[in-house]
């Protein structure tokens, strides 16, 4: 068997969760991933938590598919997070079946950042899920050294780092520091390409995340050497936006390039546990 396969929030956040899951089985994605929260104030989010009618839809829908629920976004972990204020975001990600929460550290205080890790990862191990610190270059946790320093000073199994591909081509981030995360507290990996050079600005990192990520192996990005440091059957993520290139060619035609991509680069790198 290879490495399950998921189809990232971002790749088609245009999209309601429902129609989600139907792209994913018409290109054969094992996952699927929901933005609940949005990532900033007034960007696109399905708050399927505040909505009981469009959670029962979805959690149907699911049940009807061989598509399943593996993460739920973002928990931006800022000066201000209080872990009481999500507990329906939480609850509703458990019932739909989610393993993982994508969270992001926006707190400058370390302290209190590590923290409001540690209680977000306790409420998620209470709810069968684990928190997944992504180290991001223009964040509070940069790169991989500092998503672990973090995470080592949380308890339970509600320990875990996210691996993004782009983040670890673009910040410090060394292949040893990836290979020193304990495999235990990698759940899954978020793949796509970048362009060479990196940008030199924070807005210009930020954007390209956001819009102008490119196919495996059609960037800079090591991602083989990446890929080498994680565990066996990591589950891919295929975090992807690109508007431009996917209205150039439409949804389908796009997302049948980023499965060409990833199996052409990283998933035949990726043997599962069993091999």
Request: net charge negative; aromatic share 4%; glycine share 8%.
């Amino acid at each position: 068997m290879r490495a399950p396969l998921g189809l990232a929030a971002l790749t088609v956040l245009d999209t309601a969760p429902v129609e989600h899951i139907a792209l994913a089985e018409r290109h054969g994605f094992d996952t699927v991933g929901f933005r609940l929260l949005p990532a900033a104030p007034g960007t696109t989010a399905y708050p399927l938590h505040e909505d009981p009618a469009a959670r029962r839809e979805v959690r149907a829908r699911l049940a009807d598919s061989p598509v399943e629920l593996f993460d739920v976004e973002i928990v931006r972990l800022g000066e201000t997070f209080d872990v009481e204020q999500h507990g329906r975001f939480l609850d509703a990600a458990a019932e739909l079946g989610a393993r993982a929460v994508l969270v992001g550290g926006d707190d400058r205080d370390r302290g209190r950042l590590t923290a409001s890790y540690a209680a977000l990862a306790a409420a998620c191990a209470e709810r069968g899920l684990v928190a997944s610190l992504e180290f991001m270059p223009w964040t509070a946790v940069p790169d991989a050294r500092t998503a672990v320093s973090i995470v080592s000073q949380a308890d339970g199994p509600g320990r875990s780092v996210l691996v993004d591909a782009l983040h670890a081509g673009r910040s410090t981030t060394t292949l040893d520091d990836l290979r020193a995360i304990p495999g235990g507290w990698i759940h899954y990996a978020q793949l796509c390409d970048g362009s060479v050079p990196v940008p030199l600005t924070d807005e210009e990192l930020v954007r390209q995340a956001r819009e102008e990520r490119l196919v495996p192996g059609e960037g800079g990005i090591d991602l083989r050497g990446i890929w080498s440091t994680l565990p066996a059957g990591t589950p891919i993520s295929i975090e992807l936006p690109n508007e431009p290139l996917r209205r150039a060619v439409g949804t389908d035609a796009w997302l049948a390039r980023l499965v060409a991509g990833a199996r052409r680069t990283v998933a035949p790198l990726v043997p599962t546990a069993a091999s």
